[in-house]
């Protein structure tokens, strides 16, 4: 009961501190708002923290933005530590079947085994070194000479006997790259296009549920010099991994060597559903809400006879190239027209206006009685559109057979 009653008085003590630091988000003195906004920051939206809407009339400039900057550092280290590796400890060593199966429902990853002998899923096992999700996978599959079947259909992490080693791997968050080859081509003609051609194999783990990848690689020569390569766009649909072929140029100058080959990711993750109502406004003009780091607006509604149509549009700060592949996560987007007395008219079809890197545009129709007042709009978004930067480096140096 003591200790209870302490908890309470601790998450009271937090409440009250948040709402004394929103407070001074007001305040006359620019460092008295500097160091509220710090404090938010660093306490997040888990420590009771209610932060006023950034829309809401009469709020000066500076607190609106001083709110909009809050929220996007919530998102960004919610997004960050939502693409950390998974972490497996304390799992079960009675056998390999156990173990595999207590890291499935820990994780949220699916591991499919039923290609494995029993005999070998039976037996006792000793916990893997490192305690993330990869990497001790990987330890396990080269400890008892398996591998995974990366391209059937199945979202799983699917081990299958395989007496090959890896190639060389590494860990970028929840992610893996397995370098699978590497060799050139050289044209004694024009020595200028000969290439090096790098292959890879680019996994993440199932519960990310990713949509849209996109990959800028970058080679490394001895020298220091640096190639930017062309940007791969990869569209993740059902699996679990994809292919990746990098080519670069060869040179066989002195000191022109490749030595090694890094990158940076960006990756829109499917995400919790989120909903953005919108009331119906008098003078009809434009409205915005902002969630995670996307902002829908919702930008005219109308109506003729039985139909009412409405245009919404989905904005980002920054460009994302995943809006390229706007129609795998728009389709799925749920629209409402709600009436006086809360109930709901599905869109019936929708179309696009626009759609670019920062952002896309529909217009959505709804049948409703032509003697029904609607008061609001819903819009239902099961994606949380983010970027995520990452850098990965092969430590391993090209040979001199290049």
């Known amino acids: 009961m003591k200790h209870s009653l302490i908890l309470i008085v601790l998450l009271f003590s937090s409440t009250v501190m948040a709402e004394d630091w929103s407070a001074q988000l007001m305040s006359p003195i620019p460092a008295l708002r500097d160091k509220a906004e710090k404090q938010l920051i660093e306490m997040g939206p888990d420590s009771g923290v209610v932060l006023p809407d950034a829309n809401q009339a009469g709020l000066p400039a500076d607190v609106k933005r001083r709110i909009d900057r809050i929220r996007r550092a919530w998102d ?165 991994a994809k292919p990746i072929d990098f080519i670069f140029p060869l040179t066989s100058e002195t000191g022109k060597k490749a030595e090694s080959l890094s990158g940076d990711m960006s990756v829109v993750i499917a995400g919790e559903q989120k909903t953005f109502t919108f009331p119906i406004p008098a003078d009809g003009k434009p409205q915005s809400l902002r969630k995670d780091q996307a902002v829908v607006v919702i930008k005219a509604v109308g109506s003729r006879q039985e139909a009412v149509e409405a245009n919404i549009a989905i904005e980002f700060d920054e460009s994302y190239n995943g809006l390229r592949s706007y129609m795998t996560w728009l389709n799925y987007n749920k629209a409402y027209a709600v009436d006086s007395e809360g109930k709901r008219y599905p869109s019936t079809s929708w179309e696009t206006v626009w759609q670019s890197d920062r952002g896309a545009e529909a217009k959505y129709y709804f049948t409703v009685p032509s003697d029904v007042k609607i008061r609001q709009i819903e819009y239902l978004t099961p994606t949380a559109i983010r970027r995520i930067d990452y850098s990965f480096k092969f430590e391993e140096k090209f040979s001199e057979k290049f």
Do not use: C, H
């Not at 207590?102 to 070194?129: M, Q, V, Y």
């Not at 050289?186 to 194999?201: C, E, N, Q």
């Open 76 to 240: 960004e280290r919610s997004a960050l530590t939502f693409l950390e590796p998974s972490l497996i400890d304390n799992l079960p060593t009675s056998s390999l079947r156990a173990w595999l199966e207590a890291a499935e429902k820990k994780t949220g990853n699916p591991i499919d085994f039923k290609r494995l002998d029993d005999k070998l899923l039976d037996a006792p096992i000793e916990s893997p070194k490192s305690t993330q999700f990869w990497k001790a996978m990987d330890e396990l599959a080269l400890r008892y000479g398996l591998n995974y079947s990366w391209f059937e259909r199945p979202k799983a992490v699917r081990l299958v006997p395989n007496k090959e080693a890896f190639g060389k791997t590494v860990y970028p968050g929840s992610f893996r790259f397995e370098m699978q080859e590497w060799g050139t081509t050289v044209r004694l003609a024009d020595p200028s296009s000969s290439t090096i051609r790098t292959g890879l194999i680019f996994a993440w783990e199932p519960r990310l549920r990713p949509i849209y990848i996109d990959i800028l690689p970058k080679m490394q020569y001895a020298d220091g010099t640096v190639k930017t390569g062309e940007s791969i766009q990869i569209l993740a649909g059902e699996g679990l």
